[in-house]
Nanobody, 115 residues
Framework: QVQLVEFGGGLVQAGGSLRLSCTASGSIRMNHMSWYRQAPGKERELVARIMSSHSTNYGDSVKGRFTISRDNGKATVYLQMHSLEPEDTAVYYC??????????WGQGTQVTVAS
């Protein structure tokens, strides 16, 4: 049984930065870790993903501004966000996936960017 807990959300001004963290109650070493976000009235979208191999990919809207990283020893994945825009306002969710046998979601953390 694995649980994910996100921290780091909050209110920032446009152009500011935040760092989100997601810590698992167990090893993440063999799993793919992702950040998703969902704004009111919109579909949940992939923000960033870091594979077990440490390969990464990003959504087009955040590429160049956000960086995902992982620390397997701390069972934690991070999302460093710079140059935040009001359009980044959403609930951000951590996800851990392993093939078709494991798919775990965190509770979400609110990020609000004021213009």
């Amino acid at each position: 049984q694995v649980q994910l807990v996100e921290f780091g959300g909050g209110l920032v001004q446009a152009g500011g930065s935040l760092r989100l963290s997601c810590t698992a109650s167990g090893s993440i070493r063999m799993n793919h870790m992702s950040w998703y976000r969902q704004a009111p009235g919109k579909e949940r979208e992939l923000v960033a993903r870091i594979m077990s191999s440490h390969s990464t990919n990003y959504g087009d809207s955040v590429k160049g501004r956000f960086t995902i990283s992982r620390d397997n020893g701390k069972a934690t994945v991070y999302l460093q966000m710079h140059s935040l825009e009001p359009e980044d306002t959403a609930v951000y969710y951590c996800n851990m996936k392993r093939g078709t046998i494991l798919d775990v979601w965190g509770q979400g953390t609110q990020v609000t960017v004021a213009s």
